[in-house]
Each structure stands twice: as C-alpha cells, then as structure tokens.
C-alpha cells in the first residue's frame, strides 16, 4: 500500500505511487513536488526554515472559516488590536495570507506601505509599536491588482512569507486566511507543522448556511491535527442606533453559533454584535479602541480575547508538563 503523509489530502495517491505528484489530485499540493521528484523520504526544507525563523513566535493562531464573508478579516484585526493594546509589553503580528483578497492593509490601516528587504529578510510594516503586519497587498502595485495565480504559486508566497520574514521575537502571530479548506490552508499547516500551531478560532455568523460550512472548516481543523481554540460568532445581532431595538439581521433557526460548538464539543468564545461604528472604523483603517473606546462591542471584544490568552496559556502549560 502506499505511503500517505499525515498532512496529505483526501484521495492522496501516496508517496510510493506511480502517480505521486504527478495525478491530477496532486495539483496545488504542497508536497507535490517533493513526491514527483522522488524525494518524499526528505522533509520539505521549508519546513525546517519556518521552524527556526518562527523560533521565538509563542503562539501562533489561525483565523478560520469555510464560509465567505462571516468577517475573518475584521475578526483578526480586532483581536490583535486588542492583544497589542491589553500589554504593551506583548509583541503581535498578523499574517495575511488570502493571497486573492488581502484585506488586512486596509483594515489595519496600512495601505500604500511597502515591504523592506535587509540582510535578516523582508521586514514586517508595522501599525503599532508593538503590532506588525505581513500581506501580499503591500508587494502589489495597487490595491486594485487582481492576483490571478494557481494553487503552486500561492503556496510559494505563503512559504516565503513563513520562512523568509523577520518576524522577531513575538508572543502571538495571527493568520487570516480565505474561506475553505485549501490550498492556503495546506500550506499554512504544512509549513507551521514543525513549528507548532497553538490553534485556530473558528468565525461564523448564527445563520444555518454559515454554520454548514463552518462544520466542514472544525472537521478539517480535526483531521489536520489543529487544535481548536474556540468559536466566534459574527453580527450576531444590530442594535438600532436610534431605537435601541436588537434586531437579527441572521436569525439563528438552529441555535446560532453557541449551539454548533456546544453539539460539536468546541469552546464557545462569544458572540459579536454588529456595530456600525466597528464597521467605518475597519473601512477607513482607524483603531476602534480609541475610536469608541466605550461602545458595549469593544467590551464584548476584551472579553473574547481575554478567554483566548488563557486558553493558550493553558495550551502552553499542558505542553510543558507533557515534556517534562
């Protein structure tokens, strides 16, 4: 029978196969050319790099979703804002690898800065003191370019952003990835593998489309071996600026969020509202922490990422006390 990585796809040939790297299956694959060239008994040297360029990165977090348009993107600023701000002596970065649709420039406030190159590797543009950012968005001519490119190309640049970025010394790196369960998500695990993933937060909205696909995103976290944080419910509900009237703009027939990560045995982190102030905030690139410092949504927020930095703090221990 064929030899199959543990990190492989589903319908994986095998490493022994006549076909390994060269099936269709094979395309986008991160190991695909390690299994075409015959060399699958070798580990992918990438894997090695990103483990000692992220040697001092403590944890480092996926923002996941298989469905489109729950706001991952706006989830990910909004926690690192929070890490960076909560301790200033906390150094946080954020990973933007939806390679198609990079929003973490503009989210973060950061659009038309430019990547440095020196001697330790592509230098990280950085919002804040103490919070750096790394996206394709700032190695593109304008925000409006299209990147039109197959899976084997976007595997490259999320190699290159894990192993060829000078990161520093970091106590939280967050990834925001695009929806699915891809090429980008292959990549990501492949390459972090060595290094070690802390876990991933899983965003959904309470409506039952969402959840569908959120299920199959936990499933995949499963079956990759990452460990799952918690669950974050987005625009859960709008409260009307006016009338105060809560309004759910994505009624959750089936329990919302809440009830999925409770029948599928997950943490649940907590709900976020929509807030229309949040919303311009991350359009215009502003912080919302000294924007509106006293809407309720930035103290539901501080409350999520407060459950977040114990969990992995609690990650941490446990690891410890199983290398002992």
Same mark, same amino acid.
């Given at each position: 029978?064929?030899?199959?990585?543990?990190?492989?796809?589903?319908?994986?040939?095998?490493?022994?196969?006549?076909?390994?790297?060269?099936?269709?299956?094979?395309?986008?694959?991160?190991?695909?050319?390690?299994?075409?060239?015959?060399?699958?008994?070798?580990?992918?040297?990438?894997?090695?790099?990103?483990?000692?360029?992220?040697?001092?990165?403590?944890?480092?977090?996926?923002? #996941?979703? !298989?469905? &489109?348009?729950? =706001?991952?993107?706006? $989830? @990910?600023?909004?926690?690192?804002?929070? /890490?960076?701000?909560?301790?200033?002596?906390?150094?946080?970065?954020?990973?933007?690898?939806?390679?198609?649709?990079?929003?973490?420039?503009?989210?973060?406030?950061?659009?038309?800065?430019?990547?440095?190159?020196?001697?330790?590797?592509?230098?990280?543009?950085?919002?804040?003191?103490?919070?750096?950012?790394?996206?394709?968005?700032?190695?593109?001519?304008?925000?409006?370019?299209?990147?039109?490119?197959?899976?084997?190309?976007?595997?490259?640049?999320?190699?290159?952003?894990?192993?060829?970025?000078?990161?520093?010394?970091?106590?939280?790196?967050?990834?925001?990835?695009?929806?699915?369960?891809?090429?980008?998500?292959?990549?990501?695990?492949?390459? #972090?593998? !060595?290094? &070690?993933?802390? =876990?991933?937060?899983? $965003? @959904?909205?309470?409506?039952?489309?969402? /959840?569908?696909?959120?299920?199959?995103?936990?499933?995949?976290?499963?079956?990759?071996?990452?460990?799952?944080?918690?669950?974050?419910?987005?625009?859960?509900?709008?409260?009307?600026?006016?009338?105060?009237?809560?309004?759910?703009?994505?009624?959750?027939?089936?329990?919302?969020?809440?009830?999925?990560?409770?029948?599928?045995?997950?943490?649940?982190?907590?709900?976020?509202?929509?807030?229309?102030?949040?919303?311009?905030?991350?359009?215009?690139?502003?912080?919302?922490?000294?924007?509106?410092?006293?809407?309720?949504?930035?103290?539901?927020?501080?409350?999520?990422?407060?459950?977040?930095?114990?969990?992995?703090?609690?990650?941490?221990?446990?690891?410890?006390?199983?290398?002992?």
């Amino acid at each position: 029978m064929a030899d199959i990585p543990d990190d492989a796809p589903k319908h994986c040939p095998g490493t022994t196969s006549r076909d390994a790297g060269k099936a269709s299956l094979c395309a986008g694959c991160p190991n695909q050319t390690i299994c075409a060239s015959g060399a699958f008994k070798q580990p992918d040297p990438g894997i090695t790099l990103a483990k000692e360029r992220l040697s001092m990165v403590e944890n480092k977090i996926l923002i #996941l979703s !298989g469905k &489109g348009g729950v =706001g991952k993107s706006t $989830v @990910t600023s909004l926690i690192s804002r929070c /890490l960076a701000a909560d301790n200033r002596n906390r150094n946080v970065a954020v990973l933007d690898i939806d390679i198609c649709g990079p929003s973490q420039p503009r989210v973060l406030g950061a659009i038309g800065e430019q990547v440095h190159q020196s001697g330790s590797g592509w230098s990280p543009v950085y919002i804040e003191d103490n919070l750096s950012l790394m996206s394709i968005g700032f190695l593109l001519a304008s925000p409006e370019d299209a990147v039109v490119w197959r899976g084997p190309k976007k595997n490259g640049m999320i190699k290159q952003f894990l192993t060829e970025v000078d990161w520093g010394t970091l106590d939280y790196l967050i990834l925001d990835t695009p929806p699915g369960t891809s090429d980008e998500h292959l990549s990501a695990t492949t390459y #972090l593998k !060595g290094a &070690g993933i802390t =876990g991933a937060i899983i $965003v @959904t909205t309470p409506q039952q489309v969402a /959840l569908l696909d959120v299920r199959k995103e936990i499933d995949f976290c499963r079956k990759v071996n990452i460990p799952i944080l918690g669950v974050i419910e987005n625009m859960s509900t709008f409260t009307c600026p006016k009338c105060k009237n809560i309004v759910e703009i994505f009624p959750a027939t089936t329990g919302g969020g809440c009830a999925m990560a409770k029948e599928l045995d997950v943490e649940f982190l907590g709900s976020l509202p929509l807030d229309p102030l949040l919303a311009r905030c991350c359009d215009e690139g502003k912080n919302f922490l000294t924007e509106i410092p006293d809407s309720p949504t930035v103290s539901i927020l501080q409350e999520i990422v407060q459950k977040i930095v114990k969990i992995c703090e609690d990650t941490k221990d446990k690891c410890e006390i199983k290398t002992r």
